[in-house]
């Protein structure tokens, strides 16, 4: 167990902020950088064999990457962030539904 984590630790020891920024792109004049959230985690474990299990051991591990835009520099010198209206939507989702139960909690409060 102990050599599958070390080998884990050593195949994400560069994982930084490059997995959040792209390399910049020339698209129609312009500069683009891809911008990214990313996550993952890693997680074991083992237990010793008892009566009534034998001992067992396991691990796993996932990860998420959500595109969330591009910075853009035009000709001018300008640099702007364009958001992913995609990723736009899905990361607002549970706010306005956090925000329409709130506001539902209190009406139901008043009454």
């Known amino acids: 167990m102990a050599e599958a984590f070390s ?16 390399d910049a ?3 129609g004049g312009e500069e683009l950088i891809p911008v990214a959230l990313v ?13 009534d299990a034998p001992a067992g051991a396991g691990g796993g591990g996932g990860g998420f990457v959500l595109p ?3 910075y853009a520099r035009s000709q001018g010198g300008c640099i702007v962030f ?9 990361g607002l989702a549970p706010v ?4 329409g139960l709130t506001l539902r909690g209190i009406l139901h409060a008043r009454r």
């Not at 306005?96 to 925000?99: F, G, I, Q, R, S």
């Open 39 to 51: 996550s993952f985690g890693f997680g074991g474990g083992s237990a010793p064999a008892s009566d």
């Open 68 to 70: 969330l835009g591009v």
């Open 82 to 90: 364009r958001p992913n209206p995609i990723a736009l939507l899905v």
């Open 7 to 22: 080998s884990l630790v050593d195949a994400f020891r560069t994982v930084g902020v490059s997995r959040a920024y792209g």
């Open 25 to 27: 792109v020339q698209l």
């Open 96 to 99: 306005v539904c956090a925000a």
